[in-house]
């Protein structure tokens, strides 16, 4: 299946010279959204995922089915001042602007076996500071898996020797 044809890519936005590469018309497109979350679980079939971390907020669209088609559960990284109980914090550089996001202290055990999900991996900054969360948190990082690489942007750079999987190359 042609999963690039059922993204739209939107030039200019949230603002001038980014192109937005927007899932909306993949997720509402049955056989794409089910074959996005095959692509994105596949490589981590029995390999004993504990939980799948999804980073708001497409992260959780695509890390919920992905965690159930791996048997394990699901824990969000959100934007700050959403998460109710004790967290914990990192801030990272956006393509366009910066941020932080938040854990629940209590969301990960030591040793348990973590797969970052994530919809696009642009320059890797969103990406690395949920892997330090999930590292401070004593998890160990087993994989990080993308929907969308943009690989021009060399995200990667910025997560050297991390296990990443991306299902669509740009
Ligand atoms: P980055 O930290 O630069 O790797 O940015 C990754 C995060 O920003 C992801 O959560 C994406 O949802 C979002 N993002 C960055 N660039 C784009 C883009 N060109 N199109 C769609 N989403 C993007």
Known sequence: MDLKQLIRSVPDFPKP???FYDITTLLRNPAGFADTIEQLA???LDTGIDLVVGIESRGFILG????????????????P??????????SYALEYGTD???I???????????????????????ARAASLLVKGLGGELVGMAFLVELVFLDGRAKLPGEPIHSVLQY
Do not use: C, M, N, W
């Open 100 to 102: 932080s996001l938040e």
């Open 42 to 44: 596949s490589p981590y």
């Open 104 to 126: 629940h202290k209590d969301a990960i055990e030591r040793g348990q076996r973590v797969l970052v999900v994530d919809d696009v991996l642009a320059t890797g900054g969103t």
């Open 81 to 90: 001042g959403k998460l109710p109980a004790p967290a914990v914090r990192e």
């Open 64 to 79: 919920g089915p992905v965690a159930q088609r791996l048997g394990a559960g699901f824990v969000p990284i959100r934007k």
């Open 17 to 19: 010279g980014i192109l």
